[in-house]
């Protein structure tokens, strides 16, 4: 027996007719006839009862059709598990990010990593994670690894990270700003701007990473606008609603949409990696850490 022979009674049972069978099989009339004929004969009963205008089936042939029914159902459920299996198969390494910045970081890293990378079975899933989800996103595993500013999670208990690089502190201005094209400002033109900045109350480190920054420059400037996300920001930056501090990176990935300055006497560094849970140790993240480790500050 066959599963052509039982595709092709099943069909002809449907349709009490043996064209019908074969046209919705895709094959000849005869091909058709031949193979149940070819299945009666190994059955050794007939399961149809055929005449010139119509085919009707034996009381063999009522329980044969059961069974061909349920043979079929499984075979597609069978064809249908074992491609999901094999879809499944594949690692989804979930990484997050915080930030456009580290959006566009996360971009190169990946994309160097999937040309040097023999697994085809890697599929990297994407997620913005919002400040204050950033940590528990990590011990909760609901992200494998997550590319953000260190200092969010220097300390915290199970959660190990990566330094990648760590870029100058500069003035990002909109290209209609006064100041756009300059090549550096001084602290004390400064103190006139409005500010745009990020907010980052959701994590002490961070904001208090950001107050230290006010304390370097001398003074607490005039912000007159926190954004939560870094992208409404620039947004703002861009159209001339303010000056912001961005890292140094930004330069490179937002040429055309903004000026960036360097701020004379004012040496302040951020640092950027990427963080896992320290007991994580699936095959396809440490793998993908290996690789980020070794790329330094040459993932530009």
Not at 176 to 192: F, M, N, Q, W, Y
Not at 233 to 254: F, I, K, P, S
Request: glycine share 4%; charged share 25%; hydrophobic share 40%.
């Amino acid at each position: 027996m066959t599963m052509q022979q039982v595709k092709y009674f099943q069909a002809t049972a449907t349709y009490k007719s043996f064209s019908k069978a074969a046209e919705s099989c895709f094959v000849a009339q005869t091909a058709v006839s031949k193979q149940i004929a070819n299945l009666e004969k190994e059955l050794d009963c007939t399961l149809l009862i055929r005449d010139k205008h119509h085919v009707s089936l034996t009381r063999s042939g009522e329980v044969f059709l059961k069974y061909a029914t349920e043979i079929l159902r499984l075979c597609e459920d069978a064809a249908r598990d074992t491609k999901m299996a094999q879809l499944m198969s594949a690692c989804h390494l979930r990484i997050g990010y915080w930030g456009i910045l580290e959006q566009r970081m996360l971009i190169d890293l990946v994309k160097k990593y999937k040309k040097t990378n023999v697994s085809r079975n890697f599929v990297p899933v994407y997620s913005s994670v919002a400040l204050e989800e950033v940590v528990s996103s990590l011990l909760n595993r609901r992200q494998d690894a997550i590319l953000m500013p260190t200092i969010i999670i220097q300390d915290i208990p199970r959660i190990s990270y990566v330094p990648l690089v760590e870029p100058e502190i500069v003035l990002a201005v909109g290209r209609d700003h006064p100041l756009a094209g300059r090549s550096e400002v001084t602290i004390e033109e400064l103190k006139t701007e409005n500010f745009i900045a990020a907010d980052t109350s959701a994590s002490q480190p961070l904001n208090e990473f950001r107050e230290s920054q006010w304390a370097r420059l001398g003074f607490h400037p005039n912000i007159i606008f926190r954004a939560t996300e870094t992208e409404s920001a620039l947004l703002m930056t861009e159209t001339g609603g303010g000056v912001m501090l961005v890292t140094d990176l930004m330069r490179y990935y937002e040429p055309k949409r903004l000026s960036f300055v360097t701020i004379r006497n004012f040496h302040m560094r951020q640092e950027m990696g990427i963080a896992w849970l320290t007991e994580n140790t699936e095959a396809e993240l440490m793998q993908f850490l290996e690789f980020v480790q070794k790329q330094e500050v040459s993932i530009i």
